[in-house]
């Protein structure tokens, strides 16, 4: 598996073989090796060039999380023998971080008092390397890169509205219906005119925002006080739903969860400092899936009725 994502990584045999200090026999050797033993073709490759099969580009990105994983064992006993100092800098999205993410912060700096932490609430997508971040907490399906995630839970847009919206304006039975509704827009989760829902296939329904912010409790506050339908993450209005404060509505047409995921650079560069962080906030933010959480997963499971019912 090492010398094929070599391979893939390098873009030849030759430089495969450069990078792992071996001759070009040894890794062709290898490759069809490999190949037999799977019984598919990884990699279709001439004299200058290789590039992968359907099955190869599978096996690859599965390849890349396997040794990562292994990688990643390896380095965590070396690093339980090192006691963490110095800076971690640290970014999650805002009020995520606030509710989840700082207590676990907190709790680290009591157990490490060597270490000195940054932690930056970001409602957008933070680039670790240029930004210097150790490590990141994302809520999103991530693309393809060289940063190890780590899943900690997931999470689900929904619709809510206070009980006095809903009172008197009606409420929403399709997502057409949000047309005629006041909604309260919060850009960190939809920077445009558009909400999303799910479905088969998935639908953008307009909005007619009365208020726009990147603030979530500005958002929230308003949809409190009776301003319109906010579309907010579960975790967001948790509380709020579970006091009937607001009330979470087209629940038949929330769009399948987000992961969120814990995601640092390669394992082969990570320092004690970010793997007792990462080790700690796994373990923490695993724990702390909510029953409500649950509830979803399991509504989201059962059969959703047609397009057109409430």
């Not at 069809?32 to 359907?54: C, F, K, M, N």
């Not at 990141?136 to 393809?144: F, G, K, N, Q």
């Not at 619709?159 to 309260?184: E, F, N, Q």
């Amino acid at each position: 598996m090492q010398v094929f994502v070599r391979i893939v990584d390098s873009g030849s045999l030759t430089a495969a073989a450069d990078a792992l200090g071996t001759s070009v026999p040894s890794v062709v050797r290898t490759l069809a090796a490999l190949e037999a033993a799977v019984g598919v073709r990884l990699l279709h490759r001439t004299t200058r060039r290789s590039s992968l099969s359907d099955e190869g580009r599978e096996y690859y990105e599965r390849c890349r999380r396997i040794l990562a994983d292994v990688e990643a064992a390896d380095a965590a006993l070396s690093a339980r023998r090192v006691e963490p100092k110095g800076r971690l800098r640290l970014t999650a999205p805002v009020m995520y971080g606030r509710m989840r993410v700082a207590p676990i912060v907190t709790a680290f700096v009591a157990e490490y008092p060597g270490v000195e932490v940054e932690l930056l609430l970001l409602d957008r997508v933070v680039d670790l390397v240029e930004e210097g971040i150790d490590a990141a907490v994302r809520i999103s399906h991530l693309p393809e890169s060289s940063l190890v995630a780590r899943p900690v839970g997931e999470t689900r847009r929904v619709l809510c509205a206070a009980p006095g919206y809903l009172k008197r304006a009606g409420t929403p039975r399709i997502p057409s219906d949000l047309a005629g509704h006041r909604c309260i827009l919060f850009t960190g989760l939809a920077s445009g005119h558009e909400w999303s829902f799910g479905g088969e296939p998935p639908t953008r329904v307009p909005i007619r925002a009365a208020l726009r912010t990147n603030h979530v409790d500005v958002a929230i506050d308003a949809v409190l006080q009776g301003l319109g339908c906010g579309q907010f993450l579960c975790y967001q209005v948790e509380a709020l739903v579970a006091t009937n404060a607001l009330v979470r509505i087209l629940r038949t047409f929330e769009p399948p969860p987000v992961p969120v995921q814990i995601v640092y650079p390669h394992a082969r560069h990570l320092s004690p400092n970010v793997r007792a962080f990462v080790d700690l906030a796994v373990g923490r933010l695993r724990a702390h899936r909510s029953p409500a959480g649950v509830k979803a997963r399991r509504a989201a499971a059962r059969p959703r009725p047609p397009r057109g019912g409430s």
